[in-house]
Structures are given as C-alpha cells and as structure tokens.
C-alpha cells in the first residue's frame, strides 16, 4: 500500500448530520420573505416642500449627489412611497373649487402607475442624465 492510500485509510469516517426538519427551513423562508419589502405604512418620501428647493421641481445636482446622473429612479424611490403626502404648501385638489391652485396626488400616482420611470422627467427634469 502507498503512504497515500495509508492516509486515506487511516481518516476517522465524518459521521452526516440529518437535514434541518421540514418546520425550520419553512420558518427560515417565511423570516427571509417578511425581510423583503415595505410592508409598512405609506408615509412617503419626505424631502420637504420641493417647490421652496433651488430648482422647485427640478432636480439638481447639488440636491442629489449619490443619484445624479443615474436613469433608474425607482432602484432608490420605491414607487408605492412617492407622491402618497402633499408637502408643497398648495391645497389638495380635491378639497377645493376647480381653477384653484392645487396638487392632485391621484393623477400624479396614476401617471406614475402608468408611465413608471419615464414620468420622472417630466417633473423633475432630466435629473443629469445624457439621452
């Protein structure tokens, strides 16, 4: 017999563990699945009253360091959180005669359910993105 053949030989066996109990991996997946998402209130994203900032609805640079440039503005504004709170200061559309200066928060979620990222811009500008 060769010196390999004798090491092999001379290991102790590795006695193998039974798998986790069917009970522990469903509580592990269903820990891992509440984890994920907002399941929270909808509060909203708050940045203040917008329309006060330098660009009022316009997005700039200095307003918007880490996202500047960047096409993708649902990776970091989850779409069920903008738009839920009217923080401009203008009435809520409908609580007031028409004509009057307002925000209309269900038309504003309803374009953005519709058009998702592409109804950025058409607000906030073109947040430093190169078409």
């Not at 522990?24 to 909203?44: D, I, K, R, Y």
């Not at 200095?62 to 970091?76: A, F, I, K, L, S």
């Not at 979620?109 to 607000?123: F, T």
């Amino acid at each position: 017999m060769n010196e390999t053949m004798r090491v092999m030989h001379s290991q102790p066996s590795v006695s193998r563990k039974s798998p986790a109990p069917w009970w522990t991996m469903l509580a592990l997946a269903a820990g891992l699945l509440a984890a994920c998402g907002n399941g929270g209130s909808q509060e909203g994203e708050d940045y203040g009253n917008l329309l006060a900032s330098p660009g009022g609805l316009i997005v700039l640079e200095e307003e918007h360091p880490t996202g500047w440039g960047r096409p993708d503005c649902q990776t970091c504004h989850e779409v069920r959180n903008s738009h839920t709170v009217n923080r401009t200061g203008l009435a809520n559309c409908e609580d007031v005669p028409s004509g009057t200066d307002c925000i209309d928060l269900n038309a504003i979620q309803s374009i953005i359910r519709q058009q998702g990222e592409q109804s950025c811009p058409l607000c906030h500008g073109d947040n430093g993105v190169q078409q």
